[in-house]
């Protein structure tokens, strides 16, 4: 996550799971996505909230979203299709020149509604945006299907 993880008193899977947790998965979701038992996703949960120093899964989320200032856009680059999340970061990392063209291509046949051009212009008119988004964008790429 772009630095010193949130929650560093969790591990790597610990993380993942209360990430899904916090994106309203329950326990039967978090177990088909990471390959998982039910029965580990409950033990996951219960040391997270330990670790947390929390008494529900709820009050887990909640402490996650609070603590995680991309939660938002992470949510909402999830949103889009992978093609378009796909045209989104080749737009961030081509040079200025070619932005307009690919910004023109991939708009031409966004999935994914206008939620794709309201990103380009958000990160039109506030470029210093835009190494947050590229952060953001890999680290949904790195995420477990």
Do not use: N
């Not at 177990?31 to 996951?44: E, F, N, P, Q």
């Not at 219960?46 to 938002?72: T, Y």
Request: net charge negative.
């Amino acid at each position: 996550m772009g630095g010193e993880p949130f929650h560093p008193e969790l591990t790597p899977h610990e993380r993942q799971v209360l990430d899904l947790l916090a994106r309203g998965a329950d326990g039967d979701t978090i177990a088909a996505k990471l390959g998982l038992t039910r029965k580990i996703v409950r033990a996951d949960v219960q040391s997270i909230m330990q670790k947390l120093g929390v008494h529900s899964r709820l009050e887990a989320a909640a402490h996650h979203i609070r603590s995680d200032e991309d939660f938002g856009l992470r949510t909402a680059l999830r949103e889009l299709s992978p093609r378009d999340r796909e045209a989104l970061l080749r737009w961030l990392l081509a040079a200025e020149e070619d932005r307009e063209d690919i910004a023109s291509q991939a708009l031409k046949r966004r999935e994914g509604g206008d939620a794709l051009a309201e990103h380009i212009a958000t990160l039109t008119t506030h470029p210093e945006q835009r190494e947050r988004f590229t952060r953001v964008l890999r680290e949904i790429d790195d995420e477990p299907l």
